[in-house]
Each structure stands twice: as C-alpha cells, then as structure tokens.
C-alpha cells in the first residue's frame, strides 16, 4: 500500500473509513452528541476542512463543516503535523496560540471518551501516512 499523504482526501477517506467502522466510537455515538470542525490552514492541498460529527448512535468523520458545529479547531498546517506526528503536544500547541478554539468548551469536555477512542484509528493511519 502506497502512503498517504496527510491531509489529502485520501487521507480523509481513510479516517472516514476507519470511523464508521469502529464499533466502539458508535456505541458512544448513542451516549453523545458533538459536532467538531477542523480546519487546517495552508496545506499542500490548500486549506481544509473536515468534521467529526457524533450523535445519535452514528459517528462519522468527513469533510467540511460539522453541521451542528458545537466546536471548530483552526491551526495553521506546521502545527498540524507537529501534533499529528507526536513533536507537539496537542494541548501545548493551544495553551500556546497555536491551535484556535471556537465553541463549547463543555461539549469538548464532556466527549473526552470519544476523543480517546479515536486515539487508536489516527495511530493506525498514521502508520500509512507522508507528512512530507
């Protein structure tokens, strides 16, 4: 398999595919409801934007805006990299300036398990994918 380029819709796709198959993240789909944007900002595909949305026992991940969007993430594409492939710690990189926040805080919060759960499907792509 040929890596993927970070960020391409390839990339996307691949997350996407993983999301909707994770029995674990739509069993939490059934116990919460967030809408999060990410939008990254000048990459080698220009900007982009993406979505996780949970709720209603569906989780998906795709591109675009969350529609209900509770939160939205802006940062620019070195920071995206550095937190993707561990240099920068995420919460660092926002303390920081690094990464916006728009939104609310507590839906973030209170979504912690879903977050955790997708820990180990960007681990998995990650091993697939050209930061480059």
Partial sequence: MSKLRYLSADWVQAVSDAVATNTELQQLASLHSVGLTQVVTGTPHGDVTYHLQVRDGVAQLNTGVASPEDVRFTEPYDTAVAVA??????QEAFINGHIKFVGDHQKLIDAGDVFAALNPIFDNVRQVTDYK
């Fill in 85 to 90: 492939t561990g240099v920068l710690n995420a």
